[in-house]
């Protein structure tokens, strides 16, 4: 392994593009002053990692080696941390932050395709620079997704939270402290009761449990969609999970989460029937859209955000 401090890298995005404003929900990703920051581990070697915005068409990545003892380590952490990150360590933690922003996704086909659009092409003029707000890791997508299956938002976030704060890796002290979510080997050490005392339901922390091993023991590589098929054969783990993996972890503009809650709400109220949609709605609704329907999806939950709560049904122009 290379030895280097510190590795820097500038992207210009192939379409217009903006950092997030705000961060996750289950506060790993920090968003402040125009810098997104996130702690990740790189073959168990701690690493933070900011990128910013100097301009509209540039973003730039700073990845940090930090020192394994400034990090905070609950004692049950695997593996053990192998030392400071080197060269290749700092190159794959930017890797995967800008796979996170979706900063090299090209979306000027969906935004030509779609700007005449009655219900997108708005969205798109007001929020040229939308991404979904992805994961740097399949593994945290998944995750998250057991977590939040038949719950709301908020209660998922502090789950993950709670399991962040639990196992998870700390640079830093009190609020301002930086965490990283625990990987598939640390989550396949747990007993299910133990993510159960997260809040878990009992079914799917033996799920998240099964999957840790799986995909620590690479008997289950949820990076690439093949094994789609062996996610949806384990129990617990539908298709709203896999398209949650798909959106969120693999940045497939396609992959639908069409069992979300928000979605249901959302298209009953575009629908104007004044009830909420059943998931074969939801998914003729955004069919249209294909090959983009995830990527739409997002951006009508982050544009119409207050439909999902609140005001009458509205129905779309003719």
Excluded at 183 to 194: C, K, L, N, Q, S
Excluded at 243 to 267: H, M, T, W
Aim: proline letters at 10%.
């Amino acid at each position: 392994m290379s030895t280097c401090s510190v590795a820097e890298a500038e992207v210009r995005p192939p379409s217009p593009f903006r950092l997030p404003r705000s961060g996750l929900p289950d506060r790993t990703l920090r968003v402040g002053v125009g810098v997104a920051t996130r702690l990740l581990h790189v073959d168990g070697s701690p690493v933070l990692v900011r990128a910013w915005q100097p301009a509209r068409d540039r973003v730039r990545f700073r990845a940090e080696a930090i020192e394994p003892e400034r990090v905070a380590r609950p004692p049950i952490v695997i593996p053990p941390c192998p030392g400071p990150a080197g060269r290749e360590q700092l190159e794959l933690a930017i890797e995967r932050m800008r796979s996170a922003l979706w900063v090299d996704v090209d979306l000027s086909d969906f935004q030509r395709r779609f700007r005449r659009d009655p219900l997108v092409g708005p969205l798109i003029r007001r929020l040229p620079g939308f991404r979904p707000k992805g994961r740097p890791w399949p593994w945290e997508a998944l995750a998250a997704a057991v977590v939040g299956q038949l719950i709301e938002a908020r209660r998922a976030a502090l789950i993950e939270r709670r399991i962040a704060g639990r196992w998870g890796s700390r640079l830093g002290d009190g609020r301002d402290a930086l965490r990283d979510v625990p990987g598939p080997t640390t989550i396949a050490g747990r007993a299910p009761a133990e993510l159960e005392q997260m809040d878990l339901a009992g079914k799917r922390a033996i799920a998240m449990r099964r999957l840790a091993r799986d995909v620590a023991a690479g008997r289950c590589r949820i990076e690439d969609p093949r094994s789609d098929a062996r996610l949806l054969a384990m129990p617990q783990i539908g298709p709203w999970t896999v398209q949650c993996l798909g959106l969120f972890g693999r940045n497939e503009p396609d992959s639908l989460p069409a069992g979300d809650l928000a979605y249901i709400k959302l298209v009953g109220r575009l629908r104007g029937e004044g009830r909420r949609a059943t998931i074969p709605e939801v998914e003729e609704f955004y069919a249209p859209y294909e090959p983009y329907r995830g990527l739409v999806g997002a951006l009508t939950l982050a544009g119409l955000y207050r439909l999902v709560s609140q005001g009458p049904p509205m129905r779309l122009a003719a």
